[in-house]
């Protein structure tokens, strides 16, 4: 009498079915996830170049017919919604402040990391107690104070507020740590003083979070609209976030120019998400692998 066994499957197909269960697993989560951040950029792209009579049109026509460009013309030639000028702004003032804020996070990560002073360990720990404070804590004294300074109505009021950035010094500083102290020993030796030896041995080492750190504090200045609504009151000065804000107030209650104007604020987020999303990605990885 014979008894009939199974074949035991290869560790091949093992493999393959764990990994193709755990895709499906993956896909059934995250997709869901991403059509609710999908599906309303897909909206606004749509209704930009839809005309104003078919706004509120159901279903909707998520492919415009007919396609326009009107909404575009009208946002651009009306005097009254300098688009141009609120672009060039936001521009001006994501870009210098960016700059700023990598400077100094990254001459007080590298303090951190590096030197040793009386308190260094105290205030650290009181930067990164500072993070668990709410914004809307420190709204009224740092308005007062930039009131006390004659800042208000400049793009002082905007930069410097963002140049304290505590998520950017505790990023650099984790960076610093990664790098060996022979290095900076070896510098020393060969006669290098300390700021050479930050410049030119450390920084490049760290290239990849600064790259990190500046699409984010691009991006968050790019799309600031709580702070800038606050501390700018001159039509012109306005950012493009609080530029759509005067497009949707008074006679400019149009769903179409809404629209695109929130297409051209979008178009360079996108870009910039689209050309370095890996660095984005590692930057967010390796924050805080090599610190102590």
Known sequence: MTTSTHPTPSPFWRRWRKEAGRSALMWLIFLPLALIVVVPVLYMFSMAFTLEANQLKFPIEWIPNPVT???????????QLPIVRWFTNSLWIASLGT????????????????????????LFSLLLFSLMIPAAVTLIPSFLLLRD???LNTYHAIWWPAAASVTGIFLMRQHFYAIP???????????????????????????????ALFIFSFLGLWNDLFWPLIVLSDR????LPVGLIVIQQGSYV?????????????VPVLVFYAFFQ???????????????
């Open 181 to 211: 102290v022979e290095l900076e020993d070896a510098a020393r030796v060969d006669g290098a003083d300390r700021f050479r030896i930050y410049w030119q041995i450390c920084l490049p080492l760290v290239r990849g979070a600064i790259v």
């Open 254 to 266: 149009q769903r179409g120019l809404a629209f695109a104007g929130a297409f051209i604020a979008s």
């Open 236 to 239: 012109a000065a306005l950012t």
């Open 69 to 79: 460009t009107s909404n575009f013309v009208k946002i651009f030639v009306d005097p």
């Open 99 to 122: 700059v700023v804020i990598i400077f100094l996070s990254t001459l007080s990560g590298y303090a951190f990391a590096r030197l040793e002073f009386p308190g260094k360990g105290l």
């Open 149 to 151: 300074l004659k800042l």
């Open 278 to 292: 890996r660095k984005i990605i590692a930057g967010i990885t390796t924050a805080g692998l090599a610190g102590r």
